[in-house]
């Protein structure tokens, strides 16, 4: 089964700090996209950042990085100088090739100012 | 600004009613796809459609009927639901189903009671 696990089910950072958000993956594809997505208390599913796989370089969304390492099958959402708006809940998604996006359960980030 | 629109944004039924959810995007997208979240939990799956024709159905109960007049509108008809089925529910869109990025709408709040 293709699967994608964050291990972090709620985490919390200081205004203006830098936090990491995990994800690991599993997918026999070699060909995918890998996707992080904000939901705010509003419910919309925002897109914040996407990687391609066959890509080395990792994406970047002005104070939103990834770090992509697909040997490891990890994918980890950095979020520098957070601020207040950034508290959601934060999905990663992928699509494994011939399949719709696959969520993982998620992770609450909480930003204390 | 969602380029995805769903109305109603809540809807009220009992369990006899018969109402639609509607969805309409302009970016061209020709995949089209109908998920629903409860609290807590990320989306799930329901329906696909690309070019208009239906190509996923996570085996979701007849109580829910997609529709796709054409390639902008999405609709999901609901009879007969159940308390259970009260959630959100997510309309997004993307350019084809296979290895790209989806875009959701703000959602439609449903209470069954």
């Known amino acids: 089964a293709q699967t994608v696990t964050q291990s972090q089910p709620e985490m919390s950072v200081q205004e203006a700090e830098t936090v990491t958000l995990s994800c690991t993956y599993d997918?026999?594809?070699?060909?995918?996209?890998l996707f992080w997505y904000k939901q705010p208390p509003s419910r919309q599913m925002i897109l914040v950042i996407r990687?391609?796989?066959?890509?080395?370089q990792n994406a970047t969304e002005n104070r939103f990085s990834v770090n992509f390492q697909k040997a490891a099958k990890s994918f980890s959402l950095k979020i520098s100088d957070s601020q207040l708006g950034d508290a959601a809940m934060y999905f990663c998604?992928?699509?494994?090739?011939?399949?719709?996006?696959?969520f993982g359960k998620g992770t609450r980030l909480s930003v204390i100012a | 600004d969602t380029e995805v629109t769903q109305t109603p944004k809540h809807l009220v039924m009992g369990m006899t009613n018969k109402k639609s959810l509607k969805c309409e995007q302009h970016?061209?997208?020709?995949?089209m796809y109908w998920y629903k979240q409860k609290a807590k939990k990320p989306p799930e799956l329901m329906f696909v459609?690309?070019?208009?024709?239906?190509?996923i159905n996570e085996s979701v109960p007849s109580r829910f009927s997609p529709e796709c007049p054409n390639s902008s509108l999405l609709n999901l008809h609901l009879h007969a639901l159940q308390p259970e089925d009260s959630a959100l529910y997510l309309c997004?869109?993307?350019?084809?189903?296979?290895?790209?990025?989806?875009?959701f709408g703000e959602g439609s709040w449903l209470t069954v009671v």
């Open positions: 997004a869109s993307s350019q084809g189903w296979r290895v790209n990025t989806i875009y």
């Open positions: 997918t026999s594809e070699s060909d995918y996209y």
């Open positions: 990687q391609e796989a066959y890509k080395q």
């Open positions: 998604a992928y699509i494994p090739g011939n399949t719709p996006l696959v």
């Open positions: 970016m061209g997208h020709r995949a």
């Open positions: 459609y690309s070019y208009e024709k239906l190509s």
